[in-house]
């Protein structure tokens, strides 16, 4: 082992050590309070938490350090979790390093303090951002020291809630099928959370050999000697393009609808912490005014990503650009474009995501009784966004709501940390930026309801608590003067 492996292993040994003592000091994690339950001979998770990236372990943390128990079921390997080391390919985060992410209040929690601790304070001033496999690096790590139960290879096939306060969830993993039991559900599934891939209706009619989307697990490598389309104009489509170029693609041409790239990102002009504490409150229409701005404005990609792309000579972008149309000619497509046509051996779509209840079949169930935002509030003319109106109407505590009263009972006990609770929440449920606040309100919120539903135990266990302050004899009882007696006679 090399002096600087020692040196950067000891110093995280001693980072984990200060973080232990942070915890033992705060007392945390808090004591198990929620009444254990078994049904039918079988246990009751207090929260299950599907999705073990970010979002999902800060969740959990979160729910544990307030005392309710929380296992995290993701798909992924261990170490895969997230798009970070699978489908995402920029080469750095765009949110600033000195964010602290779901650290949750701890510094020595924070992606900061687990660099420094290997690297050092230079390293640390050097480094512009943050590297993604690096990232993931950070994330493997904080699993491991928050001691996390992670179930991996576990595929969620059916969410059911049930009228008796308990929610199956039907899961198929290497061991097998099983159906496990929960109180409560907490969705933390990512940017796609309650859907998939926004694709254009054109692509339908193309040979799925021809075409991906860029959040699809591909290998660019077959993309070398092509002559490759990207349909966007965001940071996934810069980062496909760049993957693309770098894997020896011929040519890459980027075709823009706009006639420019956003300059400036609204939403990062607009983040304070009056905003993350006070979205949840505002009136609706004010809560569909800003998300529909910055959605019309757009975000940019970060500049060092359309400089990964500009790079190449065999790059274009191509502005002014939307698609009308489609042709398969062979093995190639002929994509036609107010600016001209375009011979291409391959097509990626970097076009972002929906809700789309359809092509998850986990939840077949609940996509039916779930109220969403276009049943609660009606956009004024010009105002008109699809992803905000398909969005779920949430509660305080992330939990859906039922389109119809009675229709699903128990729906409310699922809760939806992810990127489709933002109309209603505001950016908590995903983003680096508010992720610990998001986390924290979210356990908040299951534990005033775990708390309320077993009102009439805790009341109990109230009454039965018996254990003395004092055992009697730490007084000796006085007596009263004779002038104090004399008093009471007058």
Not at 319 to 334: E, K, Q, W, Y
Not at 436 to 456: P, T
Request: proline share 7%.
């Amino acid at each position: 082992m090399s002096e600087a492996t020692t040196s950067a292993a000891s110093g995280l040994a001693a980072l984990e050590a200060r973080l232990r003592q942070d915890l033992a000091w705060l007392e945390l994690p808090a004591k198990s309070w929620v009444p254990q339950k078994t049904v039918d001979n079988q246990p009751v998770l207090d929260v299950a938490v599907i999705g073990g990236g970010q979002a999902g372990m800060a969740a959990a943390v979160s729910l544990l350090h307030l005392g309710i128990n929380a296992v995290i079921y993701d798909q992924s390997p261990a170490g895969f979790e997230g798009p970070w080391a699978t489908t995402a390919r920029m080469e750095t985060l765009r949110s600033p390093k000195k964010l602290t992410g779901p650290a949750l209040g701890f510094a020595a929690l924070t992606f900061r303090a687990w660099f420094e601790a290997q690297f050092g304070l230079d390293a640390w001033e050097a480094l512009d951002k943050i590297p993604r496999l690096q990232w993931m690096d950070y994330l493997r790590w904080y699993r491991k020291v928050m001691a996390l139960d992670v179930r991996n290879d576990h595929h969620m096939e059916l969410i059911r809630p049930r009228a008796d306060g308990l929610v199956e969830l039907h899961i198929a993993a290497p061991s097998g099928k099983s159906v496990v039991l929960a109180r409560r559900v907490v969705l933390a599934t990512g940017r796609d959370g309650l859907g998939g891939a926004l694709v254009p209706p054109l692509a339908d009619s193309l040979p799925r050999a021809l075409w991906a989307h860029s959040s699809d697990d591909m290998d660019y490598g077959k993309l070398a000697g092509k002559r490759v389309g990207i349909i966007g104009a965001g940071s996934s489509a810069m980062d496909s393009a760049g993957t693309a170029l770098e894997a020896g693609a011929e040519r890459v041409d980027i075709l823009i609808r706009r006639t420019e790239l956003p300059r400036i990102n609204k939403g990062k002009g607009s983040g304070n912490p009056g905003l993350t504490s006070g979205h949840l409150n505002l009136p609706d229409e004010w809560k569909w005014r800003i998300r529909h701005y910055v959605n019309v404005q757009q975000i940019p990609p970060p500049s060092g990503s359309v400089q990964r792309v500009s790079k190449f000579p065999n790059a274009r972008f191509i502005f002014g650009a939307p698609i009308d149309a489609i042709d398969v000619n062979g093995d190639s497509l002929r994509v036609r474009t107010p600016r001209g046509v375009f011979e291409l051996d391959f097509l990626i779509f970097s076009t972002g995501f929906r809700v789309d209840w359809t092509v998850r079949p986990e939840f077949a169930v609940i996509a039916p009784h779930i109220r969403s935002w276009r049943a609660r509030y009606m956009p004024p003319p010009g105002e008109e966004d699809a992803e905000l109106s398909d969005s779920p109407d949430l509660g305080r505590a992330f939990e859906f709501q039922q389109k119809q009263p009675g229709g699903l009972p128990g729906l409310e006990r699922i809760h939806c940390f992810c990127y489709p609770a933002t109309i209603t929440h505001g950016t908590l449920s995903g983003d680096i930026p508010a992720i610990s606040d998001g986390a924290q309100r979210l356990a908040q919120g299951i534990a005033s309801l775990l708390y309320g539903e077993d009102v009439e135990t805790h009341y109990r266990n109230l009454q039965d608590y018996a254990e003395p302050e004092l055992v009697g004899d730490e007084w000796t009882p006085s007596e009263p003067t004779a002038e104090e007696r004399e008093g009471l006679k007058r």
